[in-house]
Every structure is written in C-alpha cells, then in structure tokens.
C-alpha cells in the first residue's frame, strides 16, 4: 500500500523557519514527481513547490519563491520542504504528494497524498 507521511509542522512566529519532511512507504518514490502543496481555511488547495525525480529540477509558487527550499533524498525516499522567513499567510495544512510527472503545481496531476502536517505562523 502506498503511503505518504508528513512531519515537521508546528507554530511559529514570523520571521521564523520549519523543516517538512514527507517519508514514501510502500513504493519508490525515485521514479515520481514530488510536491508540497498546501491548504488554509476557507481556501483551496494550492501548490507551493514541486521537485523532479532526480532532484535537479525545481519549481516554485510565486508566494514562496526565495523563502522555501525544496529537496528530496532518494536513497531514504524522502522529500523535505526546508521554510524560512515565514509569514502568517503561510498557516495552512501541508501536504505532500506524487505525480507520474511534474508539469508545474497542478493538483489534478497530483495521485497519492498525505495526511498533512499543520503550520501556524503567528505575527
């Protein structure tokens, strides 16, 4: 059974840094496209950041573009969102998914998703 699991949320003030990991079970997930996307109250879900299977390849939502790193390590199937530099309006629920292929923060083309993880950032 394929799985994703988060971790690494919590609260914050502004200005201040979270870790995301997101840790595949039951597949590899070397051979997928990678993503964060995330969710706050009252809004849809948006994509925040996706990676290529090789990790070289990165795309970025504007939002977030210079203040999160995105990565992934294969040999432990796992993908991290490193977060600085935080701002209120990046509460929201984290989730991290697999696609067949990146094409950009489609979520449509996102398959397998998490339970996500929560983050708080407080003024």
């Known amino acids: 059974q394929v799985q994703l699991q988060e971790s690494g949320g919590g609260s914050v003030q502004a200005g201040g840094s979270l870790r995301l990991s997101c840790a595949a079970f039951?597949?590899?997930?070397?051979?997928?496209?990678m993503g964060w996307f995330r969710q706050a109250p009252g809004k849809e879900r948006e994509g925040v950041a996706v990676?290529?299977?090789?990790?070289?390849?990165?795309y970025y939502a504007d939002s977030v573009k210079g203040r999160f790193t995105i990565s992934r390590d294969n040999a432990k199937n796992t993908l991290y969102l490193q977060m600085d530099s935080l701002k209120p309006e990046d509460t929201a629920l984290y989730y991290c998914?697999?696609?067949?292929?990146?094409?950009?923060?489609?979520?449509?083309?996102?398959?397998?998703w998490g339970q996500g993880t929560q983050v708080t950032v407080s003024f």
């Open positions: 998914a697999t696609a067949p292929g990146c094409n950009g923060l489609r979520v449509p083309d996102f398959r397998n």
């Open positions: 990676i290529y299977t090789g990790g070289n390849s990165t």
């Open positions: 039951g597949y590899t997930a070397r051979s997928y496209c």
